[in-house]
């Protein structure tokens, strides 16, 4: 009889694993918070001993602080491309309102609420919070800079629209836990509101039919 045949278990580079690790923890910190962020959970997940964990992330915070910064990051990418192929700024502007005003969204509202709290508490992830908070800003007056380059936004501090809008944003995803069902469609559409008298453009421009709702205008 042929030998059996022993399948060779393959090592994962250390980059790897550790991007594995990360995933891991911002998908629990998405679904049940970054209180759930810890060495022995993510260990398990992955079904690995706490100690592989704690060989890339010694300390649980460094590991929640990853993980928020993770999960924040992806959805800016998603919802304000870095790089965007095709489309106005206005169709981009108009694309991200309606994703981050919608339902899909409460789940990354309820992460920045979770890390802001706790962040009073762990300065690692204070630190991580102020670096994507900047992230935001930053891919957000670039866009609108674009806008007014290109003659469709009309600003003069694309720096200070861009805060004005993330703090309206912010406004509507602190209630995020809670109920809003019953929400006025005035109260809903508050963010693309402000950007349209900020910007100088007609109402319901940016939350017209025609607008992408449903993917994003990148490729």
């Known amino acids: 009889m042929p030998p059996s045949v022993q399948h060779k278990r393959i090592r994962k580079t250390p980059a790897a694993r550790r991007a ?4 891991a923890a911002a998908a629990v910190a998405l679904a049940e918070g970054l209180e759930c962020v810890t ?3 993510i260990g398990e997940e ?3 001993r706490p100690g592989l964990i704690s060989h890339y992330f010694p300390s649980a915070d460094d590991l929640v602080a990853e993980a928020f910064g993770s999960a924040s990051s ?3 990418d998603s919802l304000l491309p870095a790089e965007r192929a095709q489309g106005t700024p206005t169709l981009h502007l108009g694309w991200f309102f309606a994703r981050a005003t919608g339902t899909s ?3 990354i509202s309820r992460l920045w609420i979770n890390a802001r709290h706790l962040s009073r508490y762990r300065p690692v992830l204070r630190d991580r919070v102020a670096e994507q908070e900047a ?3 930053e891919r957000l007056t670039g866009l609108i800079r674009q806008g007014v380059d290109r003659g469709e936004f009309r600003t003069e501090e694309p720096h200070v629209t861009a805060i004005q809008i993330l703090v309206v944003l912010d406004g509507l995803g ?3 836990n809670t109920d809003t069902g019953n929400r006025p469609a005035a109260v809903s559409r508050m963010a693309a509101t402000t950007a349209e008298r900020e910007l100088g453009l007609p109402h319901g ?3 017209r039919p025609d607008a992408p709702l449903t993917s994003s205008p990148t490729g």
């Open 174 to 176: 602190a209630h995020a």
């Open 105 to 107: 969204y409460d789940n």
């Open 74 to 76: 992806a959805e800016l």
């Open 20 to 23: 594995e690790i990360v995933d």
């Open 205 to 207: 421009a940016l939350t």
């Open 135 to 137: 992230a935001w800003r």
């Open 39 to 41: 060495l022995r959970r």
């Open 46 to 48: 992955l079904g690995v």
